[in-house]
């Protein structure tokens, strides 16, 4: 198969392709309040988090224009 053709992608990858790992330190009651509030809106504590971090971004006209929507809930589909 000639060059540029296949499954290999041509140039770099997509920006964000990944998503980052951080490591937060909480105060334990902080930690427990937001768990109980996750729980109540059927998200993760990690979701949670990420919800409230855009809506404060937004707020603050701080939200980059190119930023990927929100995952949906629940499980990703499956691949194949």
Do not use: F, I, Y
């Amino acid at each position: 198969m000639p060059a540029g053709q296949g499954d290999e992608p041509d140039g770099p990858p997509p920006r964000r392709a990944q998503r980052k790992s951080v490591l937060l330190r909480l105060d334990p009651a902080v930690h427990d309040a937001l768990a109980r509030w996750a729980a109540d809106d059927l998200r993760s504590v990690n979701a949670q988090m990420e919800l409230l971090l855009r809506r404060a971004l937004a707020d603050a006209h701080r939200l980059p224009r190119d930023v990927r929507p929100p995952r949906r809930p629940g499980r990703p589909p499956r691949a194949g």
